[in-house]
């Protein structure tokens, strides 16, 4: 089948990682995923304040977006966007 959706998140924010979970939940085989991050942990914010009290390790607050985006069935690009043309669909990295 042809995907008929093709999505590019550019970040690994707190709703793209939103968007992982359910992708790897109710896998949506009509959508080829991909996301752009300028590195492969998302920390969730609201734990840090722990995490800098020594409450909490570093693997205890951060989520593996290669790993997570794997599961979801999509592809992980470590990078940046330099640019974007939403015209010719065309994202350049830098």
Not at 8 to 15: F, P, T
């Amino acid at each position: 089948m042809t995907a008929s959706v093709r999505l590019l998140l550019v970040g690994a924010g707190h709703s793209h990682v939103e968007i992982l979970r359910r992708q790897i939940l109710a896998r949506r085989r009509d959508i080829v995923l991909a996301i752009l991050s300028a590195g492969p942990l998302h920390h969730y914010s609201g734990m840090v304040a722990g995490y800098l009290r020594g409450t909490y390790r570093e693997n205890e607050i951060a989520f593996e977006i290669p790993r997570l985006t794997a599961r979801a069935g999509g592809e992980f690009v470590e990078g940046y966007a330099a640019s974007v043309d939403p015209a010719r669909r065309v994202v350049r990295l830098e």
